[in-house]
């Protein structure tokens, strides 16, 4: 049996607009009754009409872990196939349904020219926006409608434009206090992640808040509190992070250990300027300097297991490579995944929160650069500020040890009631 809350079945009733959006705090309710409710009714009252029934996410296997497959619980497999990658397309509640990544536009205009019946829209925020104006000329018959649901980014941001605008729209606005189904616990636990820090304005509050100032907050506020001694004999793996500077930045150095229980801490840190250097920083000296370092976390905290570097610098990447094999045969040295800087911000903002990360006196220059860390006040978007003003060098080197964890486990532990 499902089970909406007083806000759900207020959604239920009133989004009957052509844009029906809900926004506002994660885990209050916002998609779980699309899932439970809307996507499937919306699917089965248009089988007999004209045009395309399609689901847009960021990107198709958002759509599995956020829609689809939350769907199937509910609704089981027969009802609810998965997507069928050569086709970009599922089969639900008997319906062949278009499943979209938005990351860029070119995923929808493989269906250009066609006719939408039916949009729902995951994460609807963080789309290419030209793939959302798209959408409004597609949504263009009698039946046609859109259900959507995001967290609120800054008060600037595109979709907060639309929305404030006179088009047919359904707003429902959500706070985390929302969701009486949520245990206790967890609300709190996930309040002191985010407290003192824009996400808590906007994923527990549910505001459009602009980004600005500190971006770790609590660690600008009391660095000396993250200080830790590290246990390298509990540690189950250890990951180096390299990013490569120009001739007015500096190339960096970072270890970064992780425990079984899901503590994450930085081992040691290190910052080479070109300017330190007479010649400047050649191949050959960053060979011997990474090597340096490599060999201090291996004989202090453990050997490493991977070496990420920054991935648009091959040639340098290739040159530690090989200078490590030589030394260190078993220690992998590849490419960063260099995911978007906000997602890696917002990982590492919601460590800090839940106690979950900490660094030795080995990381100075990483104490530093975390410290140092602000908004850009000139953007509307959630961007850091990167004018040379603040080591980003050493931000990134950390966050390339880290950013693989992303979509891994939980900082908190994970609520799976359903709502």
């Not at 029934?53 to 027969?78: H, Q």
């Not at 009391?222 to 001739?247: M, T, W």
């Not at 919601?350 to 030795?360: D, E, I, K, N, P």
Request: one cysteine or more; glycine letters at 8%.
């Amino acid at each position: 049996m499902i089970t909406l809350t007083a806000k759900q079945k207020e959604y239920t009733e009133n989004a009957t607009h052509r844009w029906n959006i809900k926004t506002g705090a994660v885990r209050s309710g916002k998609s779980f009754v699309d899932t439970a409710a809307m996507i499937p009714k919306r699917i089965i009252q248009r089988k007999s009409d004209a045009g395309l029934a399609v689901i847009i996410g960021v990107s198709s296997s958002t759509i599995e872990r956020n829609v689809l497959e939350p769907m199937r619980r509910i609704y089981g497999a027969k009802r609810v196939g998965t997507i069928v990658s050569s086709k970009n397309i599922a089969t639900l509640f008997g319906e062949e349904v278009y499943c979209l990544g938005a990351e860029k536009v070119s995923q929808v205009a493989k269906i250009q020219g066609a006719s939408f019946k039916y949009v729902y829209g995951d994460e609807v925020a963080k789309w290419n926006q030209d793939v959302f104006e798209m959408l409004k000329s597609r949504l263009d018959k009698p039946c046609s409608c859109f259900d959507g649901a995001c967290n609120p980014e800054g008060p600037t941001h595109w979709l907060k434009k639309f929305i404030d605008s006179d088009a047919d729209i359904y707003l429902q606005k959500y706070r985390i206090f929302d969701n009486p189904f949520l245990p206790e616990e967890f609300v709190r636990e996930l309040c002191k992640e985010y407290e003192g820090t824009i996400y808590y304005d906007r994923l527990i509050d549910g505001k459009w808040k602009r980004a600005e100032g500190a971006i770790y907050r609590k660690l600008a506020d009391a660095p000396e509190s993250f200080i830790a001694v590290a246990h390298p004999e509990q540690l189950s793996r250890i990951i180096l992070g390299v990013d490569f500077g120009g001739n007015g930045s500096g190339h960096s150095f970072v270890a970064t250990g992780f425990y079984p229980d899901g503590r994450v801490q930085a081992l040691a840190s290190r910052r080479h300027m070109n300017r330190d250097f007479p010649q400047g920083i050649d191949s050959n000296i960053l060979e011997e300097l990474f090597v340096d370092f490599l060999a201090f976390v291996s004989e202090k905290y453990g050997r490493p297991k991977y070496v990420y570097w920054d991935n648009a610098e091959t040639v340098l990447g290739n040159s530690i490579r090989n200078a490590s094999r030589k030394i260190f045969p078993d220690v992998r040295v590849t490419p960063a995944a260099k995911k978007r800087i906000k997602d890696r911000i917002d990982y590492t903002v919601r460590l800090m929160g839940a106690g979950l990360f900490s660094y030795t006196e080995d990381c100075e220059t990483l104490s530093l650069a975390l410290q140092e860390a602000v908004w850009n006040p000139k953007s509307s978007e959630d961007e850091r500020l990167d004018d040379g003003s603040s080591d980003i060098d050493t931000l990134d080197a950390f966050e390339y040890t880290i950013e693989r964890e992303i979509n891994g486990k939980a900082t908190v532990k994970t609520f799976e009631g359903g709502i």
